[in-house]
């Protein structure tokens, strides 16, 4: 239960009260009837997830914030309809799967693992608005919204994908839960995550080093307490996306019987994205309503002061596991932006989750107008931000990256040091590039060397590091 303060305060809230405030980033329907038809059926559509998941995914966010985990959140940049099929979904758990079992082996801690998908169908953009040939059509916002075809019909916002968005993550959780109900992510088993293109990669043999030193282990513990080790053929995982289309979060947000308050029952976890943080925006007005876990991406603008604000006006009670704040500076802006910030918020006397998101301040255009990222980058912002927490005495919990399990050519460097001619041989994103599978687990490794290397330089010594 909430605070009497906190409840007070959320006596005018309800899940409409964020149209009384200015909101961002949102389509322009014209059609408001279809609009309305749409949220009717929407609100009426069973839910995505339970309130018990939402509730126990706070607790092990708090866990994590607390220092008892790490939490790693990765997916497409944005999700699309055609993606919507078996072999997609089952990759890219694949990949969180392998990446995680990376960072529990070297970091000894338990692994939060929550996927950038079934709902990560909207986009914000920098303009309302593209010219083509003297042609100027509404942006492309996501599959949610319209389309990413550039003809006046496609690029339409149109009332109906909205549910059609929520038919796709259905569609989506629903192949995830019935992959890890039947054992896809049983740890005796990581020969099931196998992706069949990297055979020959240069990441290979160390991946395989560390699957045989697991299942010596598994077999070990089972040979020594004589049956097998229960519970290593279950794996959470849990959704999150960018809530920002909010008549489509509108109609996600459900009481339930024997709880109090609101929930959004479209995803477990969805985050503030950087361009609709305002303090008095909608955005913030509609999360501060709800009851799940929520995350916040801080940008190399923010201040401490406005930061502190938002901060309570989202989590009141300093309730554990309630906010988690990603931070996506760029590595350039990163050493400036973030340490007044981790002051700030240390003074205060939270204890909220940090996470870092590496990409979204290092998005560079190379020649030709292509979107990249440079993998030393991203791998500097990272480095820099464990760094940074260890000063400041606060903890880096968690990291939050867009990548794919395709063998995909969309950020540079890497293992296999993709160029800049690289980039035009599989460069598929619609929206922002993303670490292919090889450039994903080798983040994963440098995480854990990261951590053993500060480990020891401390002599062991706690460093505000994810440590076991
Ligand atoms: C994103 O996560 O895809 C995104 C747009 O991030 P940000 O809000 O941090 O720019
Ligand atoms: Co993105």
Redesign the pocket.
């Known amino acids: 239960m909430p605070s009497v303060q906190a409840v007070a305060a959320l006596e005018d809230w309800a899940p409409d009260t964020w149209r009384r405030f200015p909101a961002a980033q949102q389509p322009r329907y014209d059609d408001t009837a279809q609009l309305e038809q749409a949220m009717t059926q929407l609100a009426q559509l069973p839910p995505l997830v339970s309130s018990a998941e939402i509730l126990s995914l706070k607790q092990q966010l708090a866990e994590v914030a607390a220092g008892r985990g790490f939490l790693l959140q990765g997916g497409d940049?944005a999700e699309s309809f055609d993606d919507c099929r078996a072999p997609v979904v089952a990759d890219r758990l694949k990949i969180l799967l392998q990446m995680s079992l990376v960072l529990v082996h070297g970091l000894q801690m338990p692994v939060l693992r929550v996927g950038r998908f079934a709902g990560q169908y909207a986009?914000?953009r920098s303009t309302d608005s593209e010219t083509r040939d003297g042609l100027t059509l509404p942006s492309y916002r996501g599959d949610m919204v319209n389309g990413d075809a550039f003809d006046a019909a496609s690029r339409r916002p149109d009332p109906a994908r909205l549910v059609q968005a929520h038919a796709r993550s259905a569609m989506t959780l629903n192949f995830v839960r019935a992959l890890i109900d039947g054992g896809f992510a049983d740890l005796h088993h990581p020969e099931y995550w196998d992706l069949a293109w990297v055979r020959h990669s240069p990441l290979e043999a160390e991946y395989r080093r560390l699957v045989d030193s697991i299942g010596e282990s598994i077999r070990f513990m089972e040979t020594l307490v004589g049956d097998a080790l229960t519970g290593l053929n279950r794996a959470n995982f849990y959704t999150s996306h960018?809530a920002l289309v909010l008549p489509y979060e509108q109609a996600a947000t459900r009481q339930v019987p024997r709880q109090w308050g609101w929930f959004n029952l479209g995803t477990h976890f969805p985050w503030i994205?950087?361009?609709t943080a305002d303090l008095d925006g909608a955005h913030v007005e509609y999360f501060r309503g709800i009851r799940n876990p929520i995350a916040v991406?801080v940008?190399p603008a923010m201040q401490a002061e406005q930061l502190l604000r938002l901060v309570d006006r989202l989590d009141p009670d300093n309730e554990p596991g309630r906010l988690t704040l990603i931070h996506?500076m760029g590595a350039g802006h990163i050493g400036q932006g973030l340490p007044p910030l981790l002051q700030a918020i240390k003074r205060s006397g939270r204890q909220l989750l940090w996470c870092c998101?590496p990409m979204?301040g290092n998005t560079e255009t190379v020649a030709g107008g292509i979107k990249t990222r440079r993998f030393d980058t991203i791998r500097r912002e990272l480095e820099l931000a464990f760094d940074l927490h260890a000063d400041a005495g606060t903890r880096l919990g968690g990291v939050h990256l867009?990548l794919t399990a395709d063998n995909v050519t969309e950020c540079l460097g890497g293992a296999r040091d993709l160029s800049e001619t690289d980039l035009a041989r599989a460069y598929r994103s619609r929206v922002?590039p993303r670490l292919n599978y090889e450039q994903a687990l080798e983040l994963a490794m440098l995480i854990v060397r990261k951590h053993r290397q500060d480990k020891s330089a401390s002599g062991g010594k706690d460093t505000g590091l994810p440590l076991a």
């Open positions: 940049c986009k914000p960018e994205g950087m361009r991406k940008g996506r998101d979204h867009e922002d």
